[in-house]
């Protein structure tokens, strides 16, 4: 199913994009004045096949899985904190909830993997696909058809959500150890080495950072993830909750929804869903850049800009919510803003020029 | 009255600065995972003097007049243009007034200095200095009367504003010409050379950029502005615009009110308002670096690091909006996240670092 929906993927609107140009030439401002609003607002114009586009309904979708791999002793904080921070989205105490109300999306919480049963919650959607990962530093992480079952549920989930109303979407995770799968992920799908991609994770010290490249190594020597096959690269060395991000940015693009890729676990998955649709990129918008070092490459691999840089590593989608914000802004001033003509005010003298 | 009110300006409140950095310890994130949002929330509390500070009064305030030197050439707007943009704001189609609503700052237009009468609104400030300054190519822009003048206007508007409730402030501005003075500003205080700050503005090319740069060395040359003597180089090369903002700076400080200079023209009002006030620097919040080349000088000058990289160069108080969104998001983490404790989250094992 998902290599349908990866087929239905269409490349953006031209004509949206041209008329959004347009109108941005007669709104009363400076040439290019707004700068990277401008681009954005013709980017989404693009993707949504829209002139003028608006971002009424707003969600981040934040998917919550374990991993095997935190036996290795790569993190900083207990294996239990993924579930409980589920419970702190639950009852809106996390930074993502505090984020999401101020820009006016919902928060889609989901149980792809934790390791614990969890109480059912009105709010939890459960696609729990395993109890957790297991250690990909003695072998893959999981199975190709739960690799498959992740990507199918975010497809799902994302298709599920637009029946609500949908105008953008946000990427987010929580996982212990999930920036080590991460790591693995960018290393295996770019060619860089492990040290030049894993980073400090929740804060953890030299020395246990040298430990996690290594076991990161380790992993991808056990594993041999094939590149050329983005699915066996989430298998052998991802995590449930990228596997549903991946499914999730599919379910997006097919539906001309704009992704708004949070931080470094985002772009792993960004990266893997780009593999297996490149067209699926010009629907990405990259929300800021993580102080996780490995997103930098991730992100340049993508070959996107990002829009934010305020020295965020908290994930969850907190650095997506901030950007929706201003890729609202973007498509405001788009639409709200008077022409030239409108407002009687006089043009430049490109004469001048 | 104004060095009165300068005097006045207190420190930062390290207490509330403490209560701040302690509950951020406290929250349910690994240490320092939000960045800058960490930062600017405790700056914040040490600005109003709160441990938990919140934004629910927002103003920008944006302050038009004209300038004599366009006389020159240096611009490739029309002069009217001023008095047209004025029009605009008042009728909520500008990109300040887009961007003021989304993120629910009320907009507080002020006629320092158009060169036409404007007619009577409801939503304006009329403070008009002089029907715009004097060419400051071939003498003084203004008198040190006419400076002072302004100044004083600015603080009593920020005091009339602090009357309707006002938690925060952002600086914005109006008039064809004032890249050309805020250049002159710029050299003069930071020393450096006119070809380094002065930049193409409204988007002149390369020829007519040449042609500022000569205009702008002439202008310095003529009045030899003493930059130890901040008022004298607003009176001889600034605009009745910048002298509101920097009134409006100073109020600002002295009531304990954050300030977020938008792009190069408030630079320039905080270098003034700075070297007249050196304590009021703490007050400043950069709220994001305008393409417009000589910013960057100014920022650094001020030691501020700007929040935002939109490439924008619009002026208004357009990036200082937007960063008032970011500032706000850091006080609402501040406020509502919930504490390790409150979610039964447990912490990170520190004895792994």
Redesign the interface.
């Known amino acids: 199913m998902y290599l349908e929906t990866i087929q239905e993927i269409k490349p953006l609107d031209e004509a949206a994009m041209s008329a959004a140009r347009q109108r941005q030439s007669n709104?009363?401002?400076?040439?290019?004045?707004?700068?990277?609003?401008e681009e954005l607002s013709i980017k989404v114009a693009g993707i949504r096949g829209q002139a003028i586009p608006r971002l009424e309904h707003k969600a981040i979708v934040t998917m919550a899985a374990d991993h095997g791999v935190v036996a290795e002793?790569v993190s900083?904080?207990?294996q239990?904190?993924t579930a409980?921070?589920v419970?702190?989205f639950l009852?809106g105490?996390?930074?993502i909830?505090?984020?999401a109300?101020?820009v006016g999306a919902r928060v889609v919480v989901v149980d792809m993997g934790v390791r614990t049963d969890l109480e059912p919650h009105s709010s939890l959607v459960s696609r729990k696909v395993a109890y957790g990962t297991r250690n990909m530093a003695r072998g893959p992480a999981m199975t190709r058809e739960e690799a498959l079952q992740a990507i199918e549920a975010g497809i799902e989930i994302l298709e599920g959500e637009l029946e609500k109303g949908l105008d953008i979407v946000g990427s987010g995770d929580m996982g212990v150890g999930n920036t080590t799968a991460s790591s693995a992920i960018t290393a295996a799908i770019t060619g860089e080495s492990v040290a030049k991609v894993a980073g400090r994770?929740?804060?953890?010290?030299d020395r246990?950072l040298r430990h996690k490249v290594k076991v990161i190594e380790r992993a991808l020597r056990v594993n041999q993830p094939d590149a050329a096959d983005p699915l066996d690269v989430l298998a052998k060395v991802g995590g449930f909750e990228i596997g549903g991000l991946v499914g999730v940015m599919i379910g997006a693009a097919r539906h001309r929804i704009p992704i708004v890729i949070d931080g470094f676990i985002s772009g792993a998955a960004a990266l893997i869903a780009t593999r297996m649709a490149p067209k699926l990129g010009d629907f990405l918008i990259a929300g800021h850049i993580s102080?996780e070092r490995g997103h930098r490459v991730a992100l340049k691999h993508l070959g996107l800009e990002p829009?934010?840089?305020?020295?965020?590593?908290?994930g969850e989608g907190?650095g997506a919510a901030?950007a929706i914000?201003?890729i609202?802004?973007a498509l405001?001033?788009l639409a709200?803003?008077?022409t030239f003509a409108?407002?009687?005010?006089?043009?430049?003298?490109?004469k001048?020029?």
Chains 1, 2 share one sequence.
């Open positions: 709104l009363t401002k400076p040439q290019g004045s707004l700068g990277r609003l002793g900083l904080f207990p239990e904190v409980q921070m419970q702190n009852h105490g996390a930074g909830n505090v984020l109300r101020q994770g929740t804060g953890i010290g246990q102080a829009l934010l840089d305020l020295e965020m590593r908290l907190t901030l914000f201003i609202e802004a405001r001033t709200e803003m008077a409108e407002a009687g005010v006089a043009e430049a003298n490109n001048l020029k």
